[in-house]
Each structure stands twice: as structure tokens, then as C-alpha cells.
């Protein structure tokens, strides 16, 4: 039930043959199905393993290593507060008190109806715009205890949905190389010789 | 801490918090005033893919010696220049890839998460004249999987460059042909190191590789000479490609030429990403200059930065007037990094401030080296134990103890006036594979020389209980 589906399946199929090896495409596979069913469900590991060559344990191997992958349900909201310095020195563990009142839960917790689940988070790259948090990868820049009971409010209330898809989706955009465009992939065992246009003359 | 006071909304353009612009040149950053600056549209109207068209118009060997002239510094961290690391590949091993680093985490860093959200095609191009300089015959672009953003920004710019024919087969109907793919991660810190990071890339855990070999130019993805390039390091090719290595060298200093992007976060005026003359401005200029952080919030007093990122070991005020200019920051006992300073004002709890970090790496260690695993998480427990109120004198010098078996010998620190310290030099000795095992303890380090007092002042004495005689011995 939880392996991809035929539409994914086929997109799977497109990003694998991109790579020189298939195992490469493994992380991009691991976002699909976890963008298809919320979390990694270990069906889907087994089916990423058959797609790609390699056994399920190795694609567990692999997807454990990484934050974001998930391999039980979290809520359709994924709350992360960044809480490394620059966010630290501008109020980050106030703002994560805050929202462990508000929410109910404590970090790594889930709300019960299943709407929110509230984490700690390491330095998100907004580092100027602290305090920061992510929801499902949107980020909130400048977050006070205000901004965060709107944010919550608005996020139950369904208004932010066309901006924040549910956990699991995080690109909504694909790259899609047409195939009467594509170079595709350049194995090792392919290639002999230097690239045409190291002949020493200008390309154009 | 109350940060929002005294802090100015100066982000002109809503669509790029944190960028500030201003009046000094722009090699990188010149079309983030345009509200659609992520369009193809808004890239051919100012300029865009003519350097590419330029560099085609002349033999690969001439654009990778252009580029090599001109000292392009790596703005990754380690500020390897990019035309020399290209170099680098053994001839005639073929096929050689060219892979992205867009994996941008080191804490109070963001520039590459800007150029790939407000110029996806910039870098684009910049990846495009790289791979025909250095004949790469596949370019992978990874970017950091929390980046969704960036991620859609460069998906869209691939698929409109695609369609133009700016990338794939016979580029400009020319006889070069690349592909970029788009890959992204799903959160590992330690995969920003360049042999994690193809670790990563091909489908495994991601951690660094065993070195030698040292550079991944000679032995990389799938085992092929592989060049590893930061996201701003590619970004400033198009420039470079129009203008020529002679303007790009006029700006700056000889050793650091061109201009580079810094994030200025923590307690200042007005934080911010700039994009800075290399080599000439000051730590001075970026925090006080109105032009620039504006000051310290509510005027208050210095206490310290971090000037190069997370890893970096810690400046006070006594540094202040040191240039962007990594051979005076080295010796001065840090290091400039991937370009963030975090300021820290009068009012900051030191021990505390520092417990982030550390918790950062202890959180974000592979685990693949013992010294890191277990003395990332050992100093981790030790400081948080400090900072509660729970520790004792014993604990400052077990730190330092767990410290010297990542880092065995002196640690860089800068030179302390007021405390009649000397500097110690960066780099450091390491017993780990990466740097995250010394980025631990750097943080700590400072901390516990720069501003020992305040650790002493929040730990009991341990009490040491006199022996006595139980019976006469005879």
C-alpha cells in the first residue's frame, strides 16, 4: 500500500536516469515516498531498494543517516525551531518555551489531532532574520510569541495551504530534462577520451 | 533578550529578507533589486548567458587560465582558488564531474541560499563555464534539502535554461554539451564537507572519506577527478567571464581580489547579508559603519564575534580593525570561513551562547571518528551541566582535556589584551577526518580563555576531603 505509485513510480524512473549509478538517486526516491505517504513506511524502502539495485537495509542505511526523513507518522504540520546561535542570542529558547505552551507538546512531540508536531532544529540559513522557524520547510523570519499564535491560527484555519503543503512535499517544483535536450548520464565506464570541445579550438 | 528594539526594517525588497543593498560594487548580488531577478526574462535583459557566449568564443584552456588569473578565492570555507583547484585533475582521466556545493549550514552562514532563491541562473551560467573550462562532462547541483525554496528557484531556472538551450546537448549549437542536475539532500551538516558531500551524492551516509587522497579533484565522484565548487565561487564566473580577470582583480586586494557576501547576524543594528569589498573592509567597517550593521543594538558594548561561521574560533574587540583578509585573520588566531560574523553584545552569557554551537556539533557529528562522536557529545554534557549551575571547577579543565584529544596542542585563540594573551595562530592539528571535530571545540575554546571568569563564576569548588588516618600504622 505504501510502495510508490505508478506516477511516482515513472518520476522515480525519470530522476534514476539521470545518474551515472543508480543508488545516487536514492535521497531524491526517499523525498518521493515521503512526500507520497507523510513518512518513510519500510514498504517503501524495500520498493526504493528493488528501483535502484540495492537491498532494503541499505536504503535504511542510508535514509537514517539523514534529519529529515521521518519513519513514523508526524503531524501535517512539522514545526522547526532553530535554536543555534544567532537565533539563541535573539530569543530562540523563549519563542520555543512559548510554543510548547501553546501547542501542548514538548520537542518531538505531536499535538493529538495530529496537526502539529513541534522540533528542534539547527541553524536554518536565516541566521540575520532570527529568531527563525521552518513549517514543513516555509520559513517565518523574525518570530514573535504573537507571530507564532497567528501562524498557528492560520495554519489550522487551512489559509495557508496553498503555501504550505502537507509534511513530506518540499520542492513543488520539478526539474524535467526534455529528452530531446538531455546529454544524460556520463558513466565512467563509458567515456574514453577527453570531452569534444578540449580540442584545443574555441567551441563557437 | 529583547532583539527587536532599535532594529531597523531595511529590507527594501520583501522577497529577499536579509539582503541589504548598497553603493559598492556588485559582482554577485546585482540583480537582487529586481523583484523577478530568479527569471530567465529578468537575466537576458541584464546581461545573462553572455558570458558563457563569450567563453565559448575562446579555446577551454584560455577561460580556465582567465579564471586562474583572476584568484577566484573559494567562498566554501577553506578559500582554495578556483582556478588552481580545477587544475588539479590528472590529465587525461576522463570523464571528469563537476559537483555544487550547495549545501549551505554552517551556523550564522547564508549567501549561497540567497544566489540560488534570487539568481538561480547565475549560478547556472557559473556552473556552465566551469565545467567547459575544465572539460567536467556532468555538473551536479546539490542543494541543502531545508532549502524548498532554493530548490523550486533552480528547478524552474533548469527547466527555462533547458528550453532555451542553454544547457544540455550542443550548448549555443556549439560542440559542448553538459547536463546540470538538480540533487538535493535531507539535513546533514557534515555533508557541506566536499567527500561527504559525494558520499551523499552517491546515495550513502554522508560521511567524509578517508584522505589521501586529500582533494577529490583527483579521485571524487565514482572514482573520477571531481571538482568541488561552493555555490558563491560559481556565481562569480559570468562576471568574471565579461569583465576579464584584470577588473575582477582591481577590486580588493592582490591576495583577495573581487568582493565577497557576508552575513552579519546576533546582536547589531541592522543584521544583514552584504556583499563586501574583499580584502580592504574592516570587522570595524561591517558592525559600526552606517553604510553597514549600524552599530551594536542599543549601543551597547562589544563583548565578541564569531568572524568566519560556527567553526570559527572567537574575535573580541581587540580585533576589530583587521581587514577581510584571510593571511592577517590566520595569524590574528581564526579564520574568515564561509563568510558570517555573529555578534555578541555586553549583555550575552557567554557559557551559555557557547553551549549552541557545541550542541550543534555535537548534534551534527557523523559519528565516523571517535574523538568527534564521543568528545563532541562528552563536551556537550560537561557544558550543559556548567551552564545549568550543576558543575564544578573539575569541569572547566576536563573540557579542555576532551578538547586536546580532538585537537592535540595549542588551540588558536586571538590575542587578549586586557588578559595579556597572545595569539595562536589558526589552523589547528586534528586528529579527526573533517573539521567538524575541531569546529566542536573551537567555540568552547575561545569562550573558556577569552572569558574564563564567567565559567568560574557559575561552578562549585570541588570540595576535597581531607584523608585521615584511619589507625596508626604501627
Known amino acids: 500500500m505504501s510502495r510508490l505509485n505508478d506516477a511516482n513510480v515513472a518520476t522515480?524512473?525519470?530522476?534514476?536516469?539521470?545518474?551515472?549509478?543508480?543508488?545516487?538517486?536514492?535521497?531524491?526516491?526517499?523525498?518521493?515516498?515521503?512526500?507520497?505517504?507523510?513518512?518513510?513506511?519500510?514498504?517503501?524502502?524495500?520498493?526504493?531498494?528493488?528501483?535502484?539495485?540495492?537491498?532494503?537495509?541499505?536504503?535504511?542505511?542510508?535514509?537514517?543517516?539523514?534529519?529529515?526523513?521521518?519513519?513514523?507518522?508526524?503531524?501535517?504540520?512539522?514545526?522547526?525551531?532553530?535554536?543555534?546561535?544567532?537565533?539563541?542570542?535573539?530569543?530562540?529558547?523563549e519563542l520555543m518555551h512559548h510554543a510548547e505552551h501553546v501547542l501542548g507538546v514538548k520537542p518531538g512531540g505531536t499535538t493529538q489531532d495530529g496537526m502539529f508536531t513541534l522540533a528542534h532544529a539547527e541553524c536554518q540559513a536565516a541566521c540575520t532574520e532570527a529568531p527563525t522557524l521552518q513549517v514543513n520547510y516555509r520559513y517565518r523570519f523574525r518570530v514573535t510569541p504573537a507571530d507564532f499564535d497567528t501562524l498557528i491560527d492560520d495554519l489550522r484555519s487551512g489559509k495557508l495551504d496553498n503555501e504550505i503543503p502537507p509534511h513530506g512535499t518540499v520542492a513543488t517544483v520539478r526539474q524535467r530534462i526534455p529528452a530531446d535536450k538531455g546529454v544524460g548520464a556520463v558513466a565512467p565506464e563509458d567515456v574514453v577520451e577527453g570531452p569534444a570541445w578540449m580540442d584545443g579550438k574555441a567551441a563557437l | 533578550m529583547d532583539g527587536r528594539k532599535g532594529r531597523a526594517v531595511t529590507n527594501t525588497y520583501a522577497h529577499a529578507p536579509g539582503f541589504v543593498a548598497g553603493d559598492r560594487p556588485k559582482i554577485v548580488t546585482s540583480r537582487f533589486e529586481y523583484a523577478d531577478s530568479f527569471t530567465l526574462e529578468r537575466y537576458m535583459a541584464t546581461g545573462g548567458y553572455a558570458g558563457l557566449r563569450k567563453s565559448l568564443h575562446l579555446p577551454a584552456a584560455e577561460v580556465h587560465e582567465e579564471v586562474k588569473k583572476a584568484t577566484v578565492l573559494g567562498r566554501g570555507g577553506a578559500g582554495f582558488p578556483a582556478g588552481t583547484k580545477w587544475g588539479l585533475t590528472p590529465q587525461q582521466v576522463w570523464p571528469r564531474y563537476l559537483v555544487v556545493n550547495g549545501d549551505e549550514s554552517e551556523p550564522g552562514t547564508y549567501k549561497d541560499r540567497l544566489l540560488m532563491e534570487r539568481d538561480p541562473h547565475q549560478l547556472i551560467e557559473g556552473c556552465l563555464i566551469a565545467c567547459?573550462?575544465?572539460?567536467?562532462?556532468?555538473?551536479?547541483?546539490?542543494?541543502?534539502?531545508?532549502?524548498?525554496?532554493?530548490?523550486?528557484?533552480?528547478?524552474?531556472?533548469?527547466?527555462?535554461?533547458?528550453?532555451?538551450?542553454?544547457?544540455?546537448?550542443?550548448?549555443?549549437?556549439?560542440?559542448?554539451?553538459?547536463?546540470?542536475?538538480?540533487?538535493?539532500?535531507?539535513?546533514?551538516?557534515?555533508?557541506?564537507?566536499?567527500?561527504?558531500?559525494?558520499?551523499?551524492?552517491?546515495?550513502?551516509?554522508?560521511?567524509?572519506?578517508?584522505?589521501?587522497?586529500?582533494?577529490?579533484?583527483?579521485?571524487?565522484?565514482?572514482?573520477?577527478?571531481?571538482?568541488?565548487?561552493n555555490v558563491e565561487t560559481l556565481a562569480n564566473l559570468p562576471w568574471l567571464a565579461v569583465n576579464g580577470a584584470d577588473a575582477y582583480n582591481a577590486i580588493g586586494t592582490k591576495t583577495s581580489p573581487g568582493t565577497r557576501m557576508v552575513a552579519v547576524s546576533g546582536h547589531v543594528k541592522r543584521p544583514g547579508v552584504y556583499e563586501i569589498i574583499n580584502g580592504t573592509t574592516t570587522f570595524r567597517d561591517l558592525l559600526y559603519g552606517a553604510e553597514f550593521c549600524g552599530g551594536i543594538r542599543n549601543d551597547n558594548e562589544l563583548k565578541a564575534f564569531v568572524p568566519g561561521g560556527g567553526s570559527a574560533p572567537w574575535f573580541t574587540p581587540d580585533q576589530l580593525d583587521l581587514p577581510f583578509e584571510a593571511s592577517q585573520v590566520g595569524p590574528a588566531g581564526s579564520m574568515l570561513g564561509s563568510g558570517a560574523i555573529m555578534v555578541m553584545d555586553s549583555t550575552t552569557d557567554i557559557p551559555a551562547a557557547a553551549l549552541?554551537?557545541?550542541?550543534?556539533?555535537?548534534?551534527?557529528?557523523?559519528?565516523?571518528?571517535?574523538?568527534?562522536?564521543?568528545?563532541?557529545?562528552?563536551?556537550?554534557?560537561?557544558?550543559?551541566?556548567?551552564?545549568?549551575?550543576?558543575?564544578?571547577?573539575?569541569?572547566?579543565?576536563?573540557?579542555?582535556?576532551?578538547?586536546?584529544?580532538?585537537?592535540?596542542?595549542?588551540?588558536?585563540?586571538?590575542?587578549?589584551?586586557?588578559?595579556?594573551?597572545?595569539?595562536?595562530?589558526?589552523?589547528?592539528?586534528?586528529?579527526?577526518?573533517?573539521?567538524?571535530?575541531?569546529?566542536?571545540?573551537?567555540?568552547?575554546?575561545?569562550?573558556?580563555?577569552?572569558?574564563?571568569?564567567?565559567?568560574?563564576?557559575?561552578?562549585?569548588?570541588r570540595i576535597t576531603i581531607p584523608v585521615t588516618a584511619v589507625g596508626a600504622a604501627s
Open chain 1, 12 to 93: 522515480a524512473k525519470e530522476i534514476i536516469a539521470r545518474y551515472p549509478r543508480q543508488k545516487s538517486a536514492l535521497i531524491p526516491l526517499l523525498h518521493l515516498a515521503q512526500e507520497q505517504n507523510g513518512y518513510i513506511t519500510r514498504e517503501s524502502m524495500v520498493h526504493l531498494g528493488e528501483l535502484v539495485g540495492v537491498t532494503s537495509a541499505e536504503v535504511y542505511g542510508t535514509a537514517s543517516f539523514y534529519e529529515m526523513f521521518r519513519f513514523e507518522p508526524v503531524g501535517k504540520y512539522l514545526i522547526n525551531m532553530c535554536g543555534t546561535m544567532s537565533c539563541a542570542l535573539m530569543g530562540a529558547q
Open chain 2, 132 to 229: 567547459y573550462a575544465a572539460g567536467l562532462s556532468q555538473c551536479f547541483l546539490y542543494i541543502r534539502g531545508e532549502m524548498a525554496l532554493a530548490q523550486e528557484r533552480v528547478a524552474a531556472a533548469l527547466n527555462e535554461a533547458y528550453a532555451a538551450g542553454f544547457i544540455g546537448k550542443n550548448i549555443l549549437g556549439s560542440n559542448f554539451s553538459v547536463d546540470i542536475v538538480l540533487h538535493w539532500g535531507a539535513g546533514a551538516y557534515v555533508v557541506g564537507e566536499e567527500t561527504a558531500l559525494i558520499e551523499s551524492l552517491e546515495g550513502n551516509r554522508g560521511m567524509p572519506r578517508l584522505k589521501p587522497p586529500f582533494f577529490p579533484a583527483a579521485n571524487g565522484l565514482y572514482g573520477q577527478p571531481t571538482i568541488v565548487n
Open chain 2, 356 to 461: 549552541t554551537l557545541t550542541r550543534f556539533y555535537a548534534h551534527e557529528s557523523c559519528g565516523k571518528c571517535t574523538p568527534c562522536r564521543e568528545g563532541g557529545t562528552w563536551l556537550e554534557r560537561i557544558l550543559t551541566r556548567v551552564v545549568e549551575g550543576k558543575g564544578t571547577d573539575a569541569d572547566l579543565q576536563q573540557m579542555l582535556e576532551v578538547g586536546a584529544m580532538i585537537c592535540p596542542g595549542d588551540f588558536p585563540h586571538a590575542s587578549n589584551e586586557a588578559l595579556g594573551l597572545a595569539a595562536v595562530p589558526f589552523p589547528y592539528k586534528m586528529t579527526t577526518i573533517c573539521f567538524v571535530g575541531p569546529s566542536a571545540f573551537a567555540p568552547l575554546h575561545s569562550a573558556l580563555t577569552l572569558f574564563r571568569s564567567e565559567f568560574e563564576s557559575r561552578v562549585t569548588k
